[in-house]
């Protein structure tokens, strides 16, 4: 069996004296979609911004590809990983194909080529926002300019030709997307890992969603992993009691293996 692509050991964050991470112990696989679940405050955006290499532990050690991530070169990095943090934005009166080019800048040197150029066309495509070339960002709704950002980490890693494993780390990639839109990114994150080998990490509040893409959840809470593995096993009653507080049963529609959740009180 291959080594994990991301491995995290004891990770531990804080904030003046409040763990926010606590111990952590966490991998991901090349080929898989991995969410993070819990409650507001439960360090999940802080664990993927940790596995990311976007913030360092107070301890603990992420390796990525086999390597520290304080080894890697931050270009080298930004070629192999990408992150879409929430609610991005541009501050500049970027048009959208602008912003998707950025994520082209760690492969090219100096102004993007008719390749980059390509590649951002196939990314708005594939985040279905091939409609929005061309706009300003800052006209754009929240939803419009979430799948342009979301084109912009598939330019940055999902389509080179090469057999480097890449990452693509998602912060609430669904939060300001309708229903069908929500679908559509998930459904692309699932295939982006089992068809092109990408592993796919997603902080994720809608526990169905999960359910239904994911090949592996994270219940967490109070900065501590409480329980990991398949949707199936995860998402029962009895551990969402404990993380969220709320009961909900379990409902086995029969199109997928992972059951459907609703909550009861």
């Known amino acids: 069996m291959s080594a994990p692509l991301i491995e995290a050991s004891g990770i531990e964050v804080r904030l003046g004296r409040r763990p926010v991470l ?7 696989d090349a080929g898989r979609l991995v969410c993070l679940l819990g ?7 802080t664990l993927l911004r940790v596995l990311a290499g976007d913030l360092a532990p107070a301890r603990g050690t992420v390796r990525f590809a086999g390597r520290p991530l304080r080894e890697w070169q931050a270009t080298a990095l930004a070629r192999r990983r990408a992150v879409m943090t929430q609610k ?12 998707v080019l950025l994520g082209r800048y760690p492969h090219c040197a100096g102004a993007p080529g008719p390749r980059d150029q390509g ?20 006209t ?9 950002h979301f084109a912009r980490t598939l330019a940055q890693v999902a389509f080179e030709a090469d057999a480097h494993p890449r990452a693509l780390f998602l912060d609430e990639p ?9 679908h559509a990114l998930m459904r692309l994150a699932r295939s982006l890992a089992h068809e092109r080998g990408l592993a796919v990490v997603a902080v994720v509040h809608d526990l169905n969603l999960a359910a239904r893409y ?15 593995g398949a949707p199936r096993e995860v998402l029962q009653p009895g551990p969402v009691k404990h993380c969220f507080g709320v009961d909900v049963v379990s409902v086995h529609t029969g199109e997928h293996d992972a059951p459907a959740l609703v909550v009861t009180g």
């Open 174 to 182: 669904t939060a300001s997307l309708d229903l069908a839109h929500q």
């Open 119 to 138: 590649i951002a066309s196939e990314a708005l495509a594939a985040a279905e926002a091939g409609h929005l070339d061309g706009r300003i960002v800052t």
């Open 88 to 99: 991005p934005a541009a501050a500049f009166d970027f048009t959208s194909r602008d912003v």
């Open 140 to 148: 754009l709704s929240g939803g419009e300019n979430a799948r342009v």
């Open 214 to 228: 994911a090949d592996r959840v994270a219940l967490l809470a109070g900065g501590r992993v409480l329980l990991e």
């Open 22 to 28: 606590d111990g952590v112990d966490f991998h991901v």
């Open 39 to 45: 409650p507001n405050g439960a360090g999940k955006s």
